[in-house]
């Protein structure tokens, strides 16, 4: 048996899995969080991007919605695997709650790394995403990082 929050490697991926017990019950309106280590390499993005649709489809969100979730996180995660420094992790963090998904996808980056908020990609984000932004800031130890949160919508009501 694997103890929840023990990290696994494997090739490259690094994880931390918070599992439920099984007969553990969630009261209504509780968030549950996910979170994935990669490395930052775009290779390892469809490893991401299938969670982020897994997610999406357990929380009963419609096709559409999961397909734009999907789509939402594989640009950001390519963005920011691109200004990633070498050999450090993409590291995402999936908020799941009644009616949206919150994805924060970050990386370390060289300093003064700034994301161009003009780009199509920006653009192709904004479009998926219900709310999409990005911050600066330090990971710790003080090494810069760059990060994108977005938050999706289940969609419902057609």
Same mark, same amino acid.
């Given at each position: *048996?694997?103890?929840? +929050?023990?990290?696994?490697?494997?090739?490259?991926?690094?994880?931390?899995? $918070?599992?439920? !017990? =099984?007969?553990? &019950?969630?009261?209504?309106? %509780?968030?549950?969080? !996910?979170?994935?280590?990669?490395?930052?390499?775009?290779?390892?993005?469809?490893?991401?991007?299938?969670?982020?649709?897994?997610?999406? =489809?357990?929380?009963?969100?419609?096709?559409?919605?999961?397909?734009?979730?999907? *789509? &939402?996180?594989? /640009?950001?995660?390519?963005?920011?695997? &691109? *200004?990633?420094?070498?050999?450090?992790?993409?590291?995402? %963090?999936? =908020?799941?709650?009644? /009616?949206?998904? /919150? !994805?924060? =996808?970050?990386?370390?980056?060289?300093?003064?790394? $700034?994301?161009?908020?003009?780009?199509?990609?920006?653009?192709?984000? $904004?479009?998926?995403?219900?709310?999409?932004?990005?911050?600066?800031?330090?990971? +710790?130890? #003080?090494?810069?990082?760059?990060?994108?949160?977005?938050?999706?919508?289940? #969609?419902?009501?057609?």
């Amino acid at each position: *048996m694997i103890r929840p +929050d023990t990290p696994r490697r494997t090739k490259g991926l690094v994880s931390v899995a $918070q599992e439920d !017990v =099984a007969g553990t &019950a969630h009261p209504a309106g %509780t968030d549950n969080t !996910v979170e994935i280590r990669v490395a930052a390499r775009p290779a390892l993005i469809p490893t991401v991007r299938a969670v982020a649709s897994d997610l999406a =489809a357990r929380a009963d969100f419609d096709l559409d919605a999961v397909s734009d979730l999907r *789509m &939402a996180v594989d /640009e950001a995660c390519a963005t920011l695997v &691109a *200004m990633a420094t070498p050999g450090t992790p993409l590291r995402c %963090t999936f =908020a799941v709650s009644d /009616e949206r998904i /919150e !994805v924060t =996808a970050r990386v370390e980056t060289g300093s003064g790394a $700034q994301l161009p908020t003009d780009s199509f990609g920006w653009r192709v984000l $904004q479009t998926l995403a219900d709310h999409v932004a990005v911050e600066t800031g330090e990971e +710790d130890g #003080g090494r810069p990082a760059l990060t994108i949160r977005l938050h999706k919508l289940a #969609g419902h009501g057609l």
